[in-house]
């Protein structure tokens, strides 16, 4: 017991567990109980995806804003893109738009750089946004390893286009002749 007193570390990756376990109750117990650290942070993130999972939406904004001005790179981000989840499912396209970009912006290197590209062009399409959409999916689909998911949305977007005349200045020509090449099976 000792031990756990004197380790945020392990307060953390205890809460952690549970979190991912289901024991969300004791989680937040063991996560609450980390005050200050380098751990206080990733407790925060933890703290705002049990608030997510119980639909106290605007819990987890205020745990995830907390984390998102973390000096930890690596928590920020996971901080900012968890943030921009939470603002969606309230309905705040702006302001969830405003975090993943300042992830694409500021956080090229971060692990979660293809998810927030993708995450992105989903809001644009959504908005009417098409270019911009098409324009994040193209960075995604260049890249190493592209995600599987952004072949399933080049597609959706040219059958939307085939559908309508033209859509933000776009054609199914224009944009057949942009992406064309990567929904083609060989």
């Known amino acids: 017991k000792t031990y756990l007193k004197s380790s945020p570390?392990?307060?953390?990756?205890?809460?952690?567990?549970?979190?991912?376990?289901?024991?969300?109750?004791?989680?937040?117990?063991?996560?609450?109980l980390i005050e200050s650290g380098p751990y206080k942070d990733n407790a925060s993130i933890s703290m705002g995806l049990i608030a997510m999972e119980e639909s106290n939406i605007q819990e987890a904004v205020?745990?995830?804003?907390?984390?998102?001005?973390?000096?930890?790179?690596?928590?920020?981000?996971?901080?900012?893109?968890?943030?921009?989840?939470?603002y969606l499912k309230?309905?705040?396209?702006?302001?969830?738009?405003?975090s993943l970009e300042e992830i694409r912006h500021n956080h090229i290197d971060s692990n979660m750089?293809?998810?927030?590209?993708?995450?992105?062009?989903?809001?644009?399409?959504?908005?009417?946004?098409?270019?911009?959409s098409v324009s994040l999916l193209k960075e995604l689909v260049y890249g190493k390893q592209p995600p599987a998911d952004a072949f399933g949305e080049l597609e959706e977007l040219v059958l939307v286009t085939?559908?309508?005349?033209?859509?933000?200045?776009l054609t199914l020509v224009?944009?057949?002749?942009?992406?064309?090449?990567?929904l083609v099976d060989e």
Do not use: H, P
């Open 9 to 32: 570390e392990t307060y953390f990756l205890i809460g952690e567990n549970m979190r991912m376990s289901g024991d969300t109750a004791n989680a937040k117990k063991q996560l609450s």
């Open 62 to 86: 205020r745990q995830f804003k907390s984390a998102a001005i973390s000096r930890d790179q690596k928590v920020k981000v996971q901080a900012l893109f968890n943030l921009s989840l939470a």
């Open 90 to 98: 309230e309905g705040k396209f702006k302001e969830a738009t405003s």
């Open 113 to 132: 750089y293809k998810d927030t590209l993708l995450v992105l062009s989903k809001i644009y399409k959504k908005g009417g946004r098409v270019k911009e």
């Open 162 to 169: 085939s559908e309508k005349s033209a859509q933000d200045g």
């Open 174 to 182: 224009k944009l057949w002749n942009e992406v064309g090449q990567w």
